[in-house]
């Protein structure tokens, strides 16, 4: 029997598969404070965590038989991965079991900010609402426009699947000049000539703040930014000034640089539609995320390969 830290509640039957096995020490609030994991963490063979416990070498350091992190999240950002390698420690995500998911709720936030759903929710909520009007709160039609993928990744093409039932052409960022597939243009192109651009990349020194003011400042005045990747892919205070000089028309944020805040300059504007980090926040994918996370370190413990490792 090993022993295992679970940073979080998990689906109850995919606990029990962990605890019929191992010996598990759950946290059962929301957050797991540093000090307290660096504790819990000591005596422990893997730790199963989310994306917001932030797993640094500290961390590793202070649980010196660890053998394997499991997030239960795609993006592992918030995990040293090459201190963990380092440490010969495994780290796992769980990749493919999401990408439905978060695919369907950035088309949620596509639709939502180009029709001003949340908006209109605003105005009829603060009694607002007068009358039905021709020219009264009008969006823009996706119909015949071109959607501009910055990571052509699972959930990136996955995005990109479901574009023709909107009557929109999809194009991807390319990252590398010999890519010849006419989808792929280069990302400055992608910026010029897309009406809604929609960011699927993973959080890396190379993304921090790809989406800057130089960037927004290429995009179509019409044009709408969607981001359900990670918050410091865009520079929030340069996308409150583009929006400020209208140098795009709306952004629609799943992620923000400092989670939970958000930039006090976007929380006041009507175009920009907020949510609270939900893109894989269904049922079904949650317990299928917790479930992957629960394989992967049964695997790892068991001396086998892991579903899903980080490589
Ligand atoms: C992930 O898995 O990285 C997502 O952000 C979780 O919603």
């Not at 940073?7 to 191992?22: A, C, G, K, Y």
């Not at 440490?87 to 088309?107: C, H, K, M, S």
Request: charged share 25%; hydrophobic share 45%.
């Amino acid at each position: 029997m090993s022993r295992i830290l679970l940073t979080r509640r998990i689906p109850s039957s995919v606990f029990s598969q962990l605890e019929s096995q191992h010996t598990v020490d759950l946290n059962d609030r929301d957050s797991l404070p540093r000090e307290e994991l660096k504790r819990r963490v000591a005596d422990k063979d893997a730790l199963i965590c989310v994306l917001t416990d932030k797993i640094d070498a500290e961390v590793m350091a202070s649980g010196p038989a660890l053998k394997v992190i499991a997030t239960i999240a795609v993006g592992y950002d918030n995990i040293d991965v090459a201190a963990a390698r380092e440490r010969g420690i495994i780290v796992t995500n769980t990749p493919d079991v999401l990408t439905q998911a978060v695919a369907e709720f950035t088309w949620a936030l596509i639709l939502g900010i180009a029709r001003r759903v949340g908006e209109g929710d605003r105005l009829i909520r603060a009694g607002a609402w007068k009358r039905w009007g021709l020219d009264f709160m009008l969006g823009t039609e996706l119909h015949g426009k071109q959607l501009g993928i910055i990571g052509a990744g699972r959930i990136g093409r996955a995005v990109a699947a479901k574009a023709p039932a909107f009557g929109m052409k999809a194009v991807f960022a390319r990252r590398s000049p010999d890519v010849k597939d006419p989808a792929y243009i280069s990302l400055d192109q992608l910026l010029i000539s897309s009406d809604v651009v929609s960011i699927h990349t993973p959080q890396t020194p190379q993304t921090y703040h790809l989406i800057d003011k130089k960037a927004l400042a290429r995009m179509k005045r019409s044009a709408l930014l969607v981001n359900t990747a990670r918050g410091p892919i865009v520079d929030e205070e340069a996308l409150a000034w583009a929006l400020d000089e209208r140098l795009i028309a709306g952004a629609a944020l799943d992620v923000y640089e400092k989670e939970p805040e958000v930039h006090p300059d976007l929380l006041r504007r009507e175009n920009v539609l907020l949510a609270p980090h939900l893109g894989s926040a269904t049922r079904e994918t949650r317990t299928a995320m917790a479930e992957l996370a629960v394989r992967n370190v049964l695997a790892v413990l068991a001396g086998d390969e892991p579903l899903a490792p980080v490589t």
